[in-house]
């Protein structure tokens, strides 16, 4: 069965906001400046051949690279692909702007952390082909009306599809400019009716030992995934629930077929392939804080606190190489700093 053609998203990207770079990679460049940083090259040079590396334009449609939908870069589920043909690509909030280039699909779908399959971030686009991202149902459940199981199809029209360029930020200090497809969580959440007791809004990802080889290797963890918001940052207007990036559906390595994207929070926030949302009176624990004193609840990114392990001083930008300076709550001030204070360091870990 064929691929259904997908409109590349940059198509759609007016030339002023795309700088040449973006066009064309000087890939040696791009290696010699991650080498710099400590960053691996070898996610984004190896496993392919060196002819196609040099032939091809850095931007390579998802669909294209193979005749099931799944590339090298580009594990998208061929099934919502088809079923969301018309819901893609949405169209663009342009609200939402980015500094710099968009970083190139098959450097961020080629660099990811998704523990359940493997901590090596360069290879879980590999491991990703056998997880099944249809049928797929999310429980909502806890202080709220209407509880229930909801296939994600249901809960994809349940908001106003659109696109957002974010600046998305790792706690390891790297960051990334990405085209999401999602609507504002607060449009389900006031669709849903919570009860005046819900004050937190909790998300699990989906447990599935046999499939996510992680799940079972890495035991240490306390699986399966969960994270959680208080409901004032769940309903704040940057909260995406998303479904899509680069304007398809979600790759299975990017959180198919569903995720949160909070840009101003620490990327570990931003939990995918959710099958749970509970609202809570009180604040639940979150995976990372229950694995390691490393991280706390709030997880916002500001330059001044470092952490243990990563200054947070400056990022790595993945596309470029470049080392930038990183921005009080990502840039996302002005929607976000009423919320806490940002002098407090237990806001950031
Ligand atoms: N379920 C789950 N969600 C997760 C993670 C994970 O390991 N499992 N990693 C987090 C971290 S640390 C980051 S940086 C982002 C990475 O998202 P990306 O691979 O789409 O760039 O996903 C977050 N969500
Ligand atoms: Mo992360």
Redesign the pocket.
């Known amino acids: 069965m064929a691929c259904p053609r997908i409109k590349k998203p940059w198509d759609r990207i007016p030339e002023s906001e795309v700088t040449p770079e973006s066009v064309y990679i000087n890939r040696r460049e791009f290696a010699k400046k991650l080498g710099l940083t400590g960053v691996s090259l070898a996610p984004f040079f190896m496993g392919r051949s060196q002819g196609a590396e040099t032939a091809r334009s850095p931007f390579v449609a998802p669909g294209t690279l193979g005749s099931s939908c799944t590339g090298p870069y580009g594990h998208v589920a061929e099934f919502w692909v088809k079923k969301w043909a018309e819901l893609f690509p949405a169209v663009r909030n342009t609200r939402f702007q980015v500094k710099r280039t968009l970083t190139d699909e098959r450097i961020?779908a080629g660099?990811?952390?998704?523990?359940?399959f493997t901590v090596t971030k360069q290879r879980?686009k590999d491991l990703v082909e056998g997880f099944e991202v249809n049928p797929w149902e999310v429980k909502i459940s806890g202080e709220v009306k209407k509880k229930g199981t909801y296939d994600v199809d249901d809960l994809i029209r349940m908001g106003k599809l659109e696109e957002r360029l974010y600046h998305?930020r790792?706690?390891?200090a790297w960051s990334?400019n990405v085209p999401w497809s999602g609507y504002p969580l607060s449009q389900l959440i006031d669709k849903l009716n919570p009860s005046s007791q819900a004050k937190y809004v909790r998300f699990v990802?989906v447990y599935r030992p046999n499939q996510m080889p992680g799940q079972k290797r890495q035991r240490q963890y306390p699986w399966p995934?969960y994270e959680a918001l208080t409901m004032e940052e769940a309903m704040n207007e940057l909260a995406l629930l998303t479904f899509g990036v680069y304007g398809h559906p979600l790759n299975k390595?990017?959180?198919a077929p569903v995720?949160m994207v909070l840009p101003w929070k620490?990327?570990?926030k931003?939990?995918?392939?959710i099958v749970k949302i509970e609202f809570l009176k009180r604040r639940p624990s979150t995976f990372w804080s229950d694995a390691s004193h490393e991280y706390g609840f709030w997880a916002n990114i500001n330059p001044k606190f470092d952490h243990p392990r990563w200054s947070q001083a400056t990022e790595t930008f993945l596309n470029t190489g470049e080392r930038i300076p990183t921005r009080l709550y990502n840039g996302y001030g002005e929607y976000v700093a009423h919320l806490y204070d940002e002098n407090e360091r237990q806001f950031f870990y």
Not at 111 to 116: G, I, P, S, T
Not at 270 to 273: A, H, Q
Request: proline share 0%; charged share 15%; hydrophobic share 35%.
């Open positions: 961020f660099y990811n952390n998704f523990y359940e879980v998305f790792c706690v390891e990334a990802t995934y390595q990017n959180g995720r620490f990327g570990f931003n939990i995918k392939s």
